[in-house]
């Protein structure tokens, strides 16, 4: 096996980041002839391995014991560490969510194998792989290389690839087990839960005003009210915002919060991060404002504005409702 | 309780970046450097365990050239103990497994309850040295964590995951967890502090670095491929050129 990637189950759903894995291991597979096989596990690994069986990979790997029908890091990365002893890929594939933050360095350090993180492209170069990532929240890119032989640990942005891309089949799909004793998890683990439930569906709003540190002040919160209000939107905001308590954290949109892809998504003093784009780079029109021309918001945005929010806001909502 | 915290060094957020010519890493001389922002998360949280227990010892530890005295400094004058910089060369310090050695080579004998460390640094962003370094020394770890509580030798953290959901995960001591910005709210260091810090002592270690699995080849500017229209004038000018664009491009109003 070249390519092995374990597949995330999203309430019994195939994690959208397992099938831009899938998308990422089609698309250096076809030249070089690679095989690809696809990991479930867990306690939904059955559904999940038919589901995962109608795409273009090799094989499908089904696991599940009782030690790893539920997730802890602890099981999740001795499992997976067996399974790439037993299968000796070249590469591992994951997608970089959170789960995966929290147990493949495990593996890394069980294994002594690099894992090259949150890539948003792979390029080649002769036989090696060239992976890039982003640094300084974006700012910047680096090419990053394996000084190892493998199995490497790799994983992709959120979009790094598109799901849409992920190519059907039919794969076959083989049983597997591995050896783990309920000794070696040393956590415990209560259900999953959302707090302030059922407060606000972002993801229905046709315009989305959303503020980020640029706005300043809790006293300028207000102001970002008004032109929601003057506009027809919704207002949302950045991490910083609701860290520093100014609004509540379901407004939050990022990959801790929500994800949304309104008609307009209006970006005021919002530099731009990750975290945050993860959750809004779909939107059908970027607007975005903010005093930094170098804010990496700008990126990503159809239009841009450099200039202070605290300044543009007011007389925006005025001439808004003047219209 | 004993915690060690790993706070790393980094440019800040308005610091300009120039790329070295060889575009092998950032111009070092040219960057204004601040502590990483989760770190600073993972230094308060350890100093209020401390506090609330009324006793213990809370540890930073920085890995870098010289310049990384000074977050371990800025550690000391908030409260932290006592520092530890083992000195390595920064652009030799990208792979996490390296980096994480070091940190477990220098720490093993002392037996830290917990080690904090923020969940990944503004720079490089790699998100892993905490919890290869707890696997490394036998702890248990968590990720992205929002709330801990301490007690009977065991704690208990809230999780952040994905979506909005959170998650509470209990484990025996000891600890490597990594801190989500925002689980509290970082104090300054007081005068007093700044002036006891500089009686405080730094141990600065001079390890071997061992051979790096990763490693940057290029550092450069991303070009984007989106073609921004970019609006300007006076703040009237732009408000209604918005305006505008709202009505006839994006049609929204």
Partial sequence: MDILIVIEDNNSKIHRMGLESIAAAQSISKDKGFSIGVLVMGGNAEGLSTEVSKYDVSEVLKLNNDIISSYSSDGYAEAVKQVIEQENPKYVFFG????????????????????????????????????????????????????????????FQSAAFSADNAQSG????????????????????DEPFQEEAGGMDLTAAEVIVSIGRGIGKEENIPMAQDLAKAIGGELASSRPVVDSGWLSAPHQIGSSGQSVSPKMYLALGISGAIQHVVGMKGSKNIVAINKDPEAPIFEIADYGVVGDVVEIIPKLSEALKEN | MKIAVLIKQVPGSDSSLPIQNDASWINEEAITYVMNESDNYALEEALQIREQNGNGEVVVISLGPDRVQKVIREGLAKGADRGIQINVDSVGAVDPLVNASLIADAI??????????????????????????????????????????ISDGRIKV???????????????????????SGLNTPRYPSLKGIMGAKKKEINVLTPEVGQSKQSMEKVYIPQSDKQTVMIDGSADQIVEKLVETFRNDIKVI
């Fill in chain 1, 96 to 155: 970089h969510t959170y789960q995966v933050r929290d147990y493949v360095p495990k593996i890394s350090a069980k294994l002594m194998k690099p894992f090259l993180v949150d890539n948003v492209s792979i390029n080649k170069d002769g036989e090696k792989f060239i992976f890039t990532k982003q640094m300084f929240n974006a700012k910047l890119y680096s090419d990053m290389v394996a000084k190892d032989n493998g199995p490497l640990l790799i994983s």
């Fill in chain 2, 108 to 149: 093993k004998e002392e037996k830290f309850d917990i080690v904090f460390s923020g969940l990944q640094s503004d720079d490089l962003g790699m998100g892993q040295t905490g919890i290869i370094l707890g696997e490394m020394l036998g702890m248990s770890t968590a990720s992205l964590v929002m709330e801990t509580e």
């Fill in chain 2, 158 to 180: 809230k999780r952040e995951l994905e979506a909005g959901y959170f998650q509470w995960v209990t484990m025996d001591l000891p600890s490597s967890i990594t801190i989500q």
């Fill in chain 1, 170 to 189: 039919s794969a076959s799909i083989r049983d597997i087990s591995v050896d783990i004793d309920s000794s070696m998890i040393k956590t415990e683990s």
